[in-house]
């Protein structure tokens, strides 16, 4: 069964730091692959994906991933933190066509 | 962002009433979920429907009924609920194409409280 570990249930950077969301997967099968961003009182809205192709992946607002099968890892990263930066990350992979297998989830503060 | 819409936004409901959180999707998808978000634990998924049938079913206790009664709508139908059932519940849709790389698009939730 595919599975999801995000390191670091809490980051905190400054304001213009390097963001980096760390995510782990295993996965018997090719993954695709998601991060998702969650806003205070909102749902889960998509940032990016990996499905086949180029395993860097560029998403909305800044953020990429870079899908590594070497190291089963698929970190996201943005150069530049913004305030409304601030919110909390889900990396996810499917198992199975319908099946979305979340990981713990990481909590970004962006400090001034 | 109005694709997926669920109401009511809040809800405090006692363990022994009866209530229903509904979703609505805007976006033509043809596969809707029920997740359950807890404080400290990942999104679990609840239920799966595709094409208006249930394909999934998690193990989650009877005391939640699930209804799709077309592509576009989804239930949530709660009866005599633990105040541990306390989270917020999250509805996405999705466009099944095949494969599992389909984006599910979620709406903003319910959240529930049980006293």
């Known amino acids: 069964a595919q599975s999801v570990t995000q390191l670091g249930s809490h980051v905190s950077v400054s304001e213009g730091a390097l963001v980096l969301l760390r995510c782990n997967y295993s996965s018997s099968v090719p993954p695709y692959l998601f991060w998702y961003v969650q806003y205070p009182n909102q749902g889960l809205q998509l940032l990016l994906k990996?499905?086949?192709?180029?395993?860097l992946v560029k998403g909305i607002n800044g953020f990429e991933a870079e899908f590594k099968k070497s190291e089963t890892s698929f970190h996201l990263t943005k150069p530049s933190a913004h305030m409304s930066d601030a919110a909390e990350y889900f990396c996810a992979v499917t198992q199975g066509a319908q099946k979305l297998v979340f990981g713990q989830g990481t909590r970004l503060t962006i400090n001034p | 962002e109005t694709g997926v819409t669920q109401t009511p936004r809040h809800l405090v409901m006692g363990m022994t009433n009866k209530k229903s959180l509904k979703c609505e999707q805007h976006?033509?998808?043809?596969?809707m979920y029920w997740y359950k978000q807890s404080a400290k634990k990942p999104l679990e998924l609840m239920f799966v429907?595709?094409?208006?049938?249930?394909?999934e079913n998690n193990s989650v206790p009877s005391r939640f009924s699930p209804e799709c009664p077309n592509s576009s709508h989804l239930f949530l139908h709660l009866h005599t609920l633990q105040p541990e059932d306390s989270a917020l519940y999250l509805c996405?849709?999705?466009?099944?194409?095949?494969?599992?790389?389909?984006?599910?698009?979620f709406g903003p939730g319910t959240r529930l409280t049980v006293l």
């Open positions: 429907y595709s094409l208006e049938e249930r394909v």
């Open positions: 990996y499905t086949t192709g180029a395993t």
């Open positions: 996405a849709s999705s466009q099944l194409r095949g494969g599992g790389a389909d984006t599910q698009y």
């Open positions: 976006l033509g998808h043809n596969a």
